[in-house]
Nanobody
């Protein structure tokens, strides 16, 4: 069982930056790949980024490439999402999630993830 708790969200002006953190409980954090998703009001939850167990490989949705960076520190059981050059369309509830690297497919569908955080709000004003 892995419990995930996000932090670092808030209100920021367009062009600004935020860093989200996701702290995981339990000794098995390093066994899981990690991802970030977001959900805007009235919309489906969509993939943002994911990172492999070791942190060596990352994937991003096109709209955040070059602006967002996912990273992890396995000694701290934490995954991060550095968000730069934020836009109003980045406004959403952001979730971190853990996936089993044995069963993962493309890693862009929420159903591929086993554990989820409660979500944290990011609001970007224009």
């Amino acid at each position: 069982q892995v419990q995930l708790v996000e932090s670092g969200g808030g209100l920021v002006q367009a062009g600004g930056s935020l860093r989200l953190s996701c702290a995981a409980s339990g000794p098995t954090f390093g066994n899981y790949g990690m991802g970030w998703f977001r959900q805007a009001p009235g919309k489906e939850r969509t993939f943002v980024a994911r990172i492999t167990r070791s942190g060596a490989i990352t994937h991003y949705t096109d709209s955040v490439k070059g602006r967002f960076t996912i990273s992890r520190d396995n000694t701290k059981n934490t995954v991060y999402l550095q968000m730069n050059s934020l836009k109003p369309e980045d406004t959403a509830l952001y979730y971190c999630a853990a996936y089993n690297p044995i069963t993962i497919n493309q890693g862009r569908d929420p159903s591929e993830y086993t554990y989820w955080g409660q979500g944290i709000q990011v609001t970007v004003s224009s």
